[in-house]
């Protein structure tokens, strides 16, 4: 559907800008019409309405342009300018004339478009899922039968930057590593092919048969630099082969399951779900949605097919009348002491506030291991660049030293 860039004068005489979606120019001014407005200037913004007929309002290629920091800025303006007073329409209003970003300025003039229309934010907010998720939807659903609709945003743009804060620390502890770990590749192998096979020629004219480890960076030098192409394709088709294989229903179980029994990684891997788990089904409860609604809803983004069993379980048993630490004290992923915090929250009456506690708790540990883990992976790299440098400069001074022995 086009988009309109419009000037227009309000019944009061202001002048107001904005865009506005319609089949058609007359359909677009009929619209400022019924909104009050006075259009004095209209004209179709084509970059948008071409990217928008290529790509579809469902198309990841247009989403993929906004960034889940703008979602949250947007939820707590919204949150601010609802609890100011102000209506949920001139809010969006607001909001739609502030943004810069073009794709997140056509959604949200499609969003007070419907409820200017008469639908519910949830609604609206609905026809957008890859941008809006069902925490988001849900949250918002219930604040809006509970009329407390900017407190449940401001929860929401808590913990959409709680969680986007959380994997910034994890990816900002994995960036050296994996930095180091490529140069370092890339050093080698650059060595190995390019620099060994200029020093090892002076060894081709020894009648004496070469110490193990010169013919071995030998063999391996030479199958690198007639080779390196078939190495690369191995690796690729390894690692699309993972994929597709980790896409099957047994491959994601075993690669679930192996995320959580590796060594460290497992560990660190499993507070984490805990803290999202715990701090998701704290915002839903605290939002007024029912229980086993939220506990759907966190199953879907635990991202662990074994826990999202566990949760699948749990929810069967709590239907039937069991308490949630009943359902989850079964299961070896939900240590003891997470089930005890859950079933103390459940006899006192306060779950959410207990969740939270254990939210914070399991985050905090994740933390100081994620501090741990790379303090020792940073020593273990650099003693396996050692290792590997070592060998070379061995391999290398080893003939060396044999011809000294036969000169002298």
Sequence with gaps: MPIY?????????????????????????????????YPVEL????????KAGRA????????ERVKSVEIHIFTRQLATLL???????????SLLAQTANPA???????IKDAVNEGNTLTNALSRHPKLFSRIYINMVRAGEASGSLDIVLEKLAD???????????????????????????????????????????????????????????????????????????????AF??????????????????????????????????????????????????????????????VNNSLIAEVIEEAIEQIRKGKSMAHALGSSPWFPPIFVQMISVGEQSGNLEPMLIKVSDAYEREVDMAIMAMTSLIEPIMIAAMGAAVGFVVLSI???????NQMVG
């Design 43 to 50: 004209k179709e913004n084509l970059s948008q309405s071409t």
């Design 104 to 110: 997140l300025k056509k959604v949200l003039a499609q």
């Design 397 to 403: 001074l080893l003939p060396i030293f044999e011809m």
């Design 159 to 237: 913990f959409g930057e709680k969680q986007r804060t959380m994997q910034g620390r994890l990816k900002a502890a994995l960036v050296y590593p994996v930095f180091m770990a490529v140069i370092g590749s890339a050093i080698l192998f650059i060595l190995i092919t390019y620099i060994v096979p200029n020093i090892t020629k002076v060894f081709a004219d020894m009648e004496r048969t070469l110490p193990l480890p010169t013919r071995l960076l030998i063999s391996l030098s030479n199958f690198l630099r007639g080779y390196w192409w078939l190495l690369l394709l191995l690796m690729i088709g």
């Design 240 to 301: 699309f082969s993972l994929r597709l294989f980790i896409q099957s229903p047994r491959g994601r179980q075993l690669w679930d399951l192996l995320k959580l029994k590796l060594p460290i990684i497992g560990s660190v891997n499993q507070k984490l779900i805990l803290a999202r788990f715990g701090s998701t089904l704290a915002s839903l409860l605290g939002s007024s949605v029912p229980l086993v609604t939220s506990m759907q809803i966190v199953q879907s983004i």
């Design 83 to 93: 609890g100011a007073g102000i209506p949920l329409v001139s809010a969006l209003s």
């Design 56 to 63: 579809g309002l469902g198309s990841s290629v247009m989403f």
């Design 5 to 37: 860039e419009y000037k227009a004068f309000d019944q009061k005489g202001k002048s107001k800008k904005g865009i506005i979606e319609a089949d058609s120019e007359a359909g677009a001014r009929n619209k400022l019409r019924a909104a009050g407005k």
